[in-house]
T-cell receptor
Framework: DQQVKQNSPSLSVQEGRISILNCDYTNSMFDYFLWYKKYPAEGPTFLISISSIKDKNEDGRFTVFLNKSAKHLSLHIVPSQPGDSAVYFCAASGDYGGSQGNLIFGKGTKLSVKP | EADIYQTPRYLVIGTGKKITLECSQTMGHDKMYWYQQDPGMELHLIHYSYGVNSTEKGDLSSESTVSRIRTEHFPLTLESARPSHTSQYLC?????????????FGSGTRLTVV
């Protein structure tokens, strides 16, 4: 039973346009949400995070939006660049019984930014 | 430069062999993790540790074992490798406390058991 879902396995965007990656979750006890970026043959690298008490966090070209009522978050990349082509993982954590605050990951979305 | 290192990067080994995947970090992080990932799938937590002499099983059952004798070192061992163990293994570390800044991951070990 997946607690963090990324329903789009892939996304293709033109360079300079906006990329929107989506993530849904089922556990209302999650209180931190994170996005990771992964290139082939490398480990994931931390991109941006958001606390559940906020609805938006921005860092340069990257903005994460959180809609708690819909249990949905999204990552916006503006403008998209070819170097952004990678797999993006959504992750969540919460300090509830049995979780130990460990990160739970989605399956990832492969973003391709075309020149 | 603070970082987390995994060796080997790639390993092809025969069925029944014993293997140890190495993971070391220089950041002084207390918490360390092992995740397993197959292509197109989520990262599954198989082991984690809060610090020296602490080891816990993760959400995904695994036949592997881990040890934490030193803060910086968190090796994973498979006593008898099988083709079903073929996967990518990712080691990570974090400071105790808020997960807001996430984990730092190593480059991973791609294991193939033939």
């Amino acid at each position: 039973d997946q607690q963090v879902k990324q329903n789009s396995p892939s996304l293709s965007v033109q360079e300079g346009r906006i990329s929107i990656l989506n993530c849904d979750y089922t556990n209302s006890m999650f209180d931190y949400f994170l996005w990771y970026k992964k290139y082939p043959a490398e480990g994931p690298t931390f991109l941006i995070s958001i606390s559940s008490i906020k609805d938006k966090n921005e860092d340069g070209r990257f903005t994460v939006f959180l809609n708690k009522s819909a249990k949905h978050l999204s990552l916006h990349i503006v403008p998209s660049q070819p170097g952004d082509s990678a797999v993006y993982f959504c992750a969540a954590s919460g300090d509830y019984g049995g979780s130990q605050g460990n990160l739970i990951f989605g399956k990832g979305t492969k973003l391709s930014v075309k020149p | 430069e603070a970082d987390i290192y995994q060796t080997p990067r790639y390993l092809v080994i025969g069925t029944g062999k014993k293997i140890t995947l190495e993971c070391s970090q220089t950041m002084g992080h207390d918490k360390m993790y092992w995740y397993q990932q197959d292509p197109g799938m989520e990262l599954h937590l198989i082991h984690y540790s809060y610090g020296v002499n602490s080891t816990e099983k993760g959400d995904l059952s695994s036949e592997s074992t881990v040890s934490r004798i030193r803060t910086e070192h968190f090796p994973l061992t498979l006593e008898s490798a099988r083709p079903s163990h073929t996967s990518q293994y990712l080691c990570a570390s974090s400071a105790l406390g808020t997960p807001y800044y996430g984990y730092t991951f190593g480059s991973g070990t791609r294991l193939t058991v033939v």
